[in-house]
């Protein structure tokens, strides 16, 4: 049993048929969790969705009606890279709903994840690159609304720029963005978060984690957050298929204990999601987002108390 809860829904599955987009990949995280005993059944909380009101504090009025009423023009749905369907527009929600949870229960327990959402370049008014809502950001807001936090800190190592991240929280001090991506790829251009790092092609483990250590030391030296949100791509795997860096799978998972211990270092509490991962196996996707999770166990496993007694 883990020290902390994962949120999952069967409805998470975008349903894109043959896609470069693997979003089987929830239900497989969920079985392989399961199979492999890092997690029982009673692990997994069940999300509601987001509701509108929480969706239309990031998101355009004009854009959330098109979504939900199926008016969006083809140009914008080309833009999405991902086909229109009510049963889309619902995973978006529920992926939104569990981040909010993931949030909630981080601050609760010390640590959760949300085994889906990370759609990180959605922005207010359209979506873009398989991203339609950015779930993340619903939360942060949400949080906010309820006074459960006032800052936030957004850690995206997904091999590609958060840029709706980017665009939603630039000039607001109270959250402090950290994308660290492969220069060369989409989204361009890459408007600016608190901190970017453009990564050169084809960089490998020791080169990308001492890069990253840097700059976590940086973020956390800069800013104090009540919560963290950590974008776990897998993306930056080098047999990622839209990706263009060099990481093995143990290399992520370092990747991943050492955003962890930072995070544990400074008692702050963590809300995982998972972001993007289009491996040429699905199953390294899989295992590498599987790797995300025991990361998190292990990093639990040596800071509940410490970070509990804060969250109080
Ligand atoms: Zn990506």
């Given at each position: 049993?883990l020290?902390f809860?994962?949120?999952?829904?069967?409805?998470?599955?975008?349903?894109?048929?043959?896609?470069?987009?693997?979003?089987?990949?929830?239900?497989?995280?969920?079985?392989?969790l399961?199979?492999?005993?890092v997690?029982?059944?009673?692990?997994?909380?069940?999300?509601?969705?987001?509701?509108?009101?929480?969706?239309?504090?990031?998101?355009?009025?004009?854009?959330?009606?098109?979504?939900?009423?199926?008016?969006?023009?083809?140009?914008?749905?080309?833009?999405?890279?991902?086909?229109?369907?009510?049963?889309?527009?619902?995973?978006?929600?529920?992926?939104?709903?569990?981040?909010?949870?993931?949030?909630?229960?981080?601050?609760?327990?010390?640590w959760?994840a949300?085994?889906?959402?990370?759609?990180?370049?959605?922005?207010?008014?359209?979506?873009?690159?398989?991203?339609?809502?950015?779930?993340?950001?619903?939360?942060?807001?949400?949080?906010?609304?309820?006074?459960?936090?006032?800052?936030?800190?957004?850690?995206?190592t997904?091999?590609?720029?958060?840029?709706?991240?980017?665009?939603?929280?630039?000039?607001?001090?109270?959250?402090?963005?950290?994308?660290?991506?492969?220069?060369?790829?989409?989204?361009?251009?890459?408007?600016?978060?608190?901190?970017?790092?453009?990564?050169?092609?084809?960089?490998?483990?020791?080169?990308?984690?001492?890069?990253?250590?840097?700059?976590?030391?940086?973020?956390?030296?800069?800013?104090?957050?009540?919560?963290?949100?950590y974008?776990a791509?897998a993306?930056?795997?080098?047999?990622?298929?839209?990706?263009?860096?060099?990481?093995?799978i143990e290399g992520l998972a370092k990747r991943d204990a050492l955003v962890f211990d930072y995070a544990r270092?400074?008692?702050?509490?963590v809300?995982i999601?998972?972001?993007?991962?289009?491996?040429?196996?699905?199953?390294?996707?899989?295992a590498i987002h599987v790797g995300t999770i025991t990361a998190a166990r292990d990093a639990a496993g040596q800071s509940?108390?410490?970070?509990?007694?804060?969250?109080?």
């Amino acid at each position: 049993m883990l020290p902390f809860k994962l949120i999952y829904h069967e409805g998470y599955d975008l349903n894109l048929g043959a896609h470069v987009f693997p979003s089987q990949k929830y239900r497989m995280i969920r079985d392989k969790l399961l199979v492999n005993g890092v997690a029982t059944s009673e692990d997994f909380l069940s999300p509601e969705p987001a509701s509108d009101e929480d969706v239309l504090r990031v998101h355009s009025q004009e854009y959330v009606y098109k979504l939900k009423n199926g008016t969006l023009s083809h140009a914008e749905i080309l833009r999405m890279e991902v086909p229109y369907s009510k049963k889309l527009v619902e995973a978006c929600w529920l992926a939104a709903g569990g981040s909010i949870l993931a949030g909630r229960r981080g601050l609760e327990d010390g640590w959760a994840a949300n085994i889906g959402g990370g759609f990180h370049h959605a922005c207010p008014d359209h979506g873009e690159g398989f991203c339609v809502i950015h779930d993340v950001a619903v939360a942060i807001r949400r949080l906010q609304f309820d006074g459960a936090i006032e800052r936030a800190m957004v850690v995206d190592t997904d091999v590609h720029q958060g840029n709706g991240t980017a665009v939603i929280f630039g000039g607001d001090a109270d959250i402090y963005t950290l994308s660290l991506h492969q220069e060369h790829n989409y989204p361009f251009p890459k408007p600016s978060s608190t901190i970017d790092v453009d990564l050169p092609d084809g960089i490998g483990d020791e080169q990308y984690l001492s890069i990253l250590e840097k700059h976590l030391h940086q973020a956390f030296h800069d800013f104090a957050p009540d919560l963290l949100f950590y974008l776990a791509g897998a993306d930056p795997y080098r047999e990622d298929q839209l990706g263009g860096l060099a990481l093995s799978i143990e290399g992520l998972a370092k990747r991943d204990a050492l955003v962890f211990d930072y995070a544990r270092r400074n008692g702050v509490p963590v809300a995982i999601t998972l972001a993007g991962g289009y491996a040429q196996r699905v199953a390294d996707t899989v295992a590498i987002h599987v790797g995300t999770i025991t990361a998190a166990r292990d990093a639990a496993g040596q800071s509940t108390d410490r970070v509990k007694s804060r969250a109080q």
